[in-house]
């Protein structure tokens, strides 16, 4: 394959550093920045403009399925390839719904990992055995960008959902202005939006309804 260009996101230093070594093997790959979290891998890539990028999916500040979307909705031409330990059918369901090419697991990428990357930048899609039977049982449209339908999280926006993502990691108003770039004005007016319209009447509520949807871990 000819020179291809690589953008790792993990908030894991020795799992960047794995994933790295073993793509920088392969003659002519090269990584050309690493992320440490969603909002840092989405800004890298409209930066540098990486041929694939690889996500986990549980990071911090964003996670891998909200950056994966805003990815997608930039225009990237980049590849989206995840590399997680999430096996639920409700989690690759979102993540196929996110627009990404190929999905297989941390476990599995000694293995898999670089006939993954060369499949998806050719043009392909890569998925392990699990996610491939949840693509032929029709769980979702692979070409679709929204959410699973019916879907509480399908009725924010992504900006709404960054900011619940941010919220429900106890950032302050203040902090979500700063991160965002945004007015403290405006955070506070996505806030109170937020809680509106998921009916939220508290902190602990909006965390539940996040941890419900997958938008933190717990």
């Known amino acids: 394959m000819e020179s291809l260009r690589l953008l790792v996101a993990d908030d894991h230093q020795?799992?960047?550093t794995g994933v790295r070594s073993l793509l920088e093997a392969e003659t002519g790959w090269q990584v050309v920045a690493e992320a440490?979290?969603?909002?840092?891998?989405v800004a890298k890539t409209a930066e540098l403009r990486p041929d694939v990028v690889l996500l986990d999916i549980g990071m911090p500040v964003l996670n891998g399925l909200e950056a994966a979307c805003?990815?997608?909705e930039s225009g990237s031409r980049a590849k989206i390839l995840m590399?997680?330990?999430?096996?639920?059918?409700?989690?690759?369901?979102?993540?196929?719904?996110?627009?990404?090419?190929?999905?297989?697991?941390?476990?599995?990428?000694?293995r898999d990992l670089v006939n993954a990357v060369k499949d998806v930048q050719d043009g392909n899609t890569f998925f392990t055995s699990k996610v491939a039977e949840v693509v032929r049982d029709g769980f979702i449209n692979s070409?679709?960008?929204?959410?699973e339908d019916g879907s509480p999280a399908g009725r924010l926006t992504l900006r709404q959902r960054e900011v619940t993502h941010?919220?429900?990691e106890g950032r302050s108003t203040k902090e979500v202005a700063t991160l965002l770039n945004l007015s403290v004005k405006t955070a506070e007016t996505h806030r109170s939006n937020i809680m509106r319209r998921l009916?939220?009447?508290?902190?602990?509520?909006l965390v539940r309804y996040a941890l419900r949807n997958q938008i933190i871990e717990a």
């Open 70 to 72: 805003q990815i997608v």
């Open 14 to 16: 020795i799992v960047r």
């Open 83 to 110: 590399l997680t330990v999430h096996d639920s059918d409700a989690m690759i369901h979102k993540a196929l719904a996110a627009g990404i090419r190929g999905y297989i697991f941390k476990t599995d990428a000694a």
């Open 199 to 205: 009916n939220c009447h508290s902190l602990a509520e």
């Open 143 to 147: 070409r679709t960008r929204t959410l």
């Open 166 to 168: 941010l919220l429900a």
């Open 36 to 41: 440490a979290d969603g909002r840092e891998a």
